[in-house]
C-alpha cells in the first residue's frame, strides 16, 4: 500500500493552494483519510480528517480556510487550501486508516510528505 501526496509548493500570504493523495496497492478498504502538517522542532499536528462517509474535523486554525474532500471511487483525498498565511508553512503528510484485507485490523499509513512555503 502507497499514499503519494502532491500539491505542495511556495505562494504568497492569501493565495491558494490544493493537495492531492491517492492510495493505491491492494487492500480491503479504507476508512477515515486526513492531513497533518509539521514544521521543524514541533510535533505534526492535525489539520483535517475525513471519515468515509464524508464527516469532517477541522483544526481550529485553519477551520473556514481550508476544506477538505476524497473520492472514494479513486481512493484519494483532497485539500483545498485558501487564504494561506506564513503560520500555515509546513510540511504537509496524508493519512489514511486502511484495512488491508477483511479480517484484519486497520493500520495507519502514511503519504512521503509534500512542503507548503507561504511567505512573500
Known amino acids: 500500500v502507497q499514499l503519494q501526496a502532491s500539491g505542495g509548493g511556495l505562494v504568497q500570504p492569501g493565495e491558494s493552494l490544493r493537495l492531492s493523495c491517492a492510495a493505491s496497492?491492494?487492500?480491503?478498504?479504507?476508512?477515515?483519510m486526513g492531513w497533518y502538517r509539521q514544521v521543524p522542532g514541533k510535533q505534526r499536528e492535525m489539520v483535517a480528517t475525513?471519515?468515509?462517509?464524508?464527516?469532517?474535523d477541522y483544526a481550529g486554525s485553519v477551520k473556514g480556510r481550508f476544506t477538505i474532500s476524497r473520492d472514494n471511487g479513486v481512493n484519494t483525498v483532497y485539500m483545498q487550501m485558501d487564504s494561506l498565511r506564513p503560520e500555515d508553512t509546513a510540511v504537509y503528510y496524508c493519512?489514511?486508516?486502511?484495512?488491508?484485507?477483511?479480517?484484519?485490523?486497520?493500520?495507519?499509513?502514511w503519504g512521503q510528505g509534500t512542503e507548503v512555503t507561504v511567505s512573500s
Open positions: 493519512n489514511a486508516r486502511i484495512r488491508r484485507r477483511s479480517w484484519m485490523s486497520e493500520s495507519d499509513y
Open positions: 496497492g491492494s487492500f480491503f478498504s479504507i476508512s477515515n
Open positions: 475525513i471519515s468515509r462517509g464524508g464527516t469532517t
